[in-house]
């Protein structure tokens, strides 16, 4: 069974930055791509980035495009996302999440994705 363990996130201020990390088990991880999503308070689940299974393919929603950067070590089967300039909309619960397909495309697309992490808050202060 594939999990996935998120860590970082937190607190920070408008312009600041945070790391989240995302730890996977359960299968081939260098196989598979791998994304990050958000939920605001009483809004819906949304895509923020996604990464080949290979690292060369990134992709991000234009909302944090120049400011986050996704990346994964295979080595040591996690994804990161690094999370510059921030702003007070990004706050919301950020979720790592696995295809079920490998070397798969449409990584922008939630469908794409059977596993999910637990979530790790992310506050920024205005």
């Known amino acids: 069974q594939v999990q996935l363990v998120e860590s970082g996130g937190g607190l920070a201020q408008a312009g600041g930055s945070l790391g989240l990390s995302c730890r996977a088990s359960?299968?081939?991880?260098?196989?598979?791509?791998m994304g990050w999503f958000r939920q605001a308070p009483g809004k819906e689940r949304d895509f923020v980035a996604a990464?080949?299974?290979?690292?060369?393919?990134?992709y991000y929603a234009d909302s944090v495009k120049g400011r986050f950067a996704i990346s994964r070590d295979n080595a040591k089967n996690t994804v990161y996302l690094q999370l510059n300039s921030l702003k007070p909309e990004d706050t919301a619960v950020y979720y790592c999440?696995?295809?079920?397909?490998?070397?798969?495309?449409?990584?922008?697309?939630?469908?794409?994705?059977?596993?999910w992490g637990q979530g790790t808050q992310v506050t920024v202060s205005s």
């Open positions: 359960g299968r081939t991880f260098s196989s598979y791509g």
């Open positions: 990464i080949s299974w290979n690292g060369v393919g990134t």
């Open positions: 999440a696995a295809p079920d397909q490998p070397y798969g495309l449409g990584l922008r697309r939630m469908t794409a994705y059977k596993y």
